[in-house]
């Protein structure tokens, strides 16, 4: 009798559609503004004043009326505004007021002449060097920015420039999303703390910290958990205790096809629902998301191989996307596309994830994609800087011909 055909593996495009489909947003909190750094925006920031707010110099030099400034003509101050202390008076024909970089420009005054283009005469009288144009150097009221109108939207990522933003409009506090809490919990009876020496047969414990950094830069709270025995009623309490109060589990290890992947059983026998267990993918394909209802929200699970390269790819492509649409931030794969330094070889019915660095070949950049080796050799993979994405069943790639690599997160 011949056996049935194998189903095929679920694509990794598929694989990330039913993480994101079952994904509820967090509920939102306010921070103030210096606790706002790297977090989401979950509000929407509209300007609370014109900026600039007033009529602005960009120059250090003389603000005065375009119709005096000839080239050659002869301006004398009435007075200074430096930034902070504006003149108070007008302009009348003929005079001039001394401004400084960021001052107020006084009323009357319709171009801004650069120190280098005048000539101190005697006392407080200037010949222009050059003819001065309307509205030169003049930022005017709401040039930049009208009262009102919407600065940032919810589901941003507030970065350096848009905490700086939130100052200008004045929110010194913020409503964003709360972050998601991620219970790291590895397994595997063999693996030992970083500080420790490994006997025969044992590993050091890298997955957990080369994963945490990558959800603490997405925005999580990790939460470490103890390593877990391959043991089912040890796995089940460690998985117990783990998830209670995490919105995320990430598991490493124990979840393949071996006796002792007990991963997937003690995730069921606690309420889980599995959306998928193994998928099209290279390195990671024993990779499994679940879900369960517990204490009136949705907990997520991510079960990660154990393999370094598989661990972190999969946590890479389907952890932090999970963690940006907690925080209703965009999640998909953002892609760039270059050509190839080398030629690569047709792919399988698995999309294959390769560590890539980028060469500069005759004045254009190009990806040098990495051959797979093994999914075990973090060390290796750790030495390039970006991902590079070979979609399954692609024809091979010809030396200049174009390849997928993903925008973040690097190795
Ligand atoms: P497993 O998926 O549990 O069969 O593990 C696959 C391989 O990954 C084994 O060689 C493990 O020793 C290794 N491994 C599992 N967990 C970790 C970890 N936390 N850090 C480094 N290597 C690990
Ligand atoms: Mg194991």
Redesign the pocket.
Known sequence: MNAPPAQPLLGIEQALERVLAAIVALPHEVVALADAHGRALAQTVQADADVPAFDRSAMDGIALRAEDGAQGAIVSQVGESAAGSPFLGALLPGQCVRVMTGGVVPPGATAVLPVERIERLDGDRYRLLEAARPEQNIARRGSEVHQGAVVLQPGVRLHGARVGVLATYGRDRVQVARRPVVAML???N??VPVGATPGLGQ??????HALTGLLLAAGAVVQQQP?AA?ARAALTKAVTEAWRDADVLVT?????A?D??LVPPVLQSLGATLHFHKIAIKPGK?LLFATRQHGGRTQYAFGL????V??YVCCALFVLPAIAALQGAPAGWQLLTLPSAGPLPATGPRAEILPATLLQLAGQTHANVQNFTSS?D?TRFAQADWLAWRPAHSQQVLTGAPVLLLASPRP
């Open positions: 590895p397994t595997g063999e693996i590993v050091r414990d890298a997955n957990r390593v391959d490493s290890g124990g979840v393949s071996g002792y992947d024993p191989p154990g393999n370094p598989s661990a075990a973090l």
